[in-house]
T-cell receptor
Framework: GDSVTQMEGPVTLSEEAFLTINCTYT??????LFWYVQYPGEGLQLLLK?????DKGSNKGFEATYRKETTSFHLEKGSVQVSDSAVYFC????????????FGKGTMLLVSP | AAGVIQSPRHLIKEKRETATLKCYPI?????VYWYQQGPGQDPQFLIS???????DKGSIPDRFSAQQFSDYHSELNMSSLELGDSALYFC???????????????FGPGTRLTVT
């Protein structure tokens, strides 16, 4: 079946450090890929998305490129802030009329001043 | 902009009781999804509705049922609650329409259900 694998956390960084959170997927079709962020005690917010190979999603300094050849969608940010501390979920959606999301296990990011 | 509204935000029930969770999608969104997120877990898809009809079904227990009403709001009904049902329940909405492509889902803040 379809699945998403993320690097395990927590990822602990100092402010202004470079961030990479790895995400790879397995899918029977041609998925759309997403990163969602969940701040403590809150719901899921869409951070960025990509719908086809080589697309780059970007938002708030975060970027991820859809790599079909490596089935990956790694999340990167050049300089993290304390306010980026949250849990990040990679997810995929296969359009088959309806777009149920399949999530990875989530990666907690902790940024210290 | 209007967001997905869920009520209640917190709910405490005892074992074997019933619970009803409500979800009000973003205006003009025709599709609603329900997810369950256990402590420290990723969200798991339960069920979805498009235009008031069930469109997909995931790992929803038989003790749970759901429906979407004519105003597009949805309710998740949970009976014979068990301790393991304690979780955060998210509703998400999207506009499916008749087009193809990705349909990003917009999530509500969740209902935290605690079963004691």
């Amino acid at each position: 079946g379809d699945s998403v694998t993320q690097m395990e956390g927590p990822v602990t960084l100092s402010e202004e450090a470079f961030l990479t959170i790895n995400c790879t997927y397995t899918a029977t079709g041609y998925p759309s890929l997403f990163w969602y962020v969940q701040y403590p005690g809150e719901g899921l917010q869409l951070l960025l998305k990509a719908t086809k190979a080589d697309d780059k999603g970007s938002n708030k300094g975060f970027e991820a490129t859809y790599r079909k050849e490596t089935t990956s969608f790694h999340l990167e940010k050049g300089s993290v802030q304390v306010s980026d501390s949250a849990v990040y979920f990679c997810a995929l959606s296969l359009y088959s009329g309806y777009s149920t999301l399949t999530f990875g296990k989530g990666t907690m990011l902790l940024v210290s001043p | 902009a209007a967001g997905v509204i869920q009520s209640p935000r917190h709910l405490i029930k005892e074992k074997r009781e019933t619970a009803t969770l409500k979800c009000y999608p973003i205006p003009r969104h025709d599709t609603v999804y329900w997810y369950q997120q256990g402590p420290g877990q990723d969200p798991q898809f339960l069920i979805s509705f498009y235009e008031k009809m069930q469109s997909d079904k995931g790992s929803i227990p038989d003790r749970f049922s759901a429906q979407q009403f004519s105003d597009y709001h949805s309710e998740l009904n949970m009976s014979s609650l068990e301790l393991g049902d304690s979780a955060l329940y998210f509703c998400a909405s999207t506009h499916t329409g008749t087009g193809k492509g990705s349909h990003e889902q917009y999530f509500g803040p969740g209902t935290r259900l605690t079963v004691t």
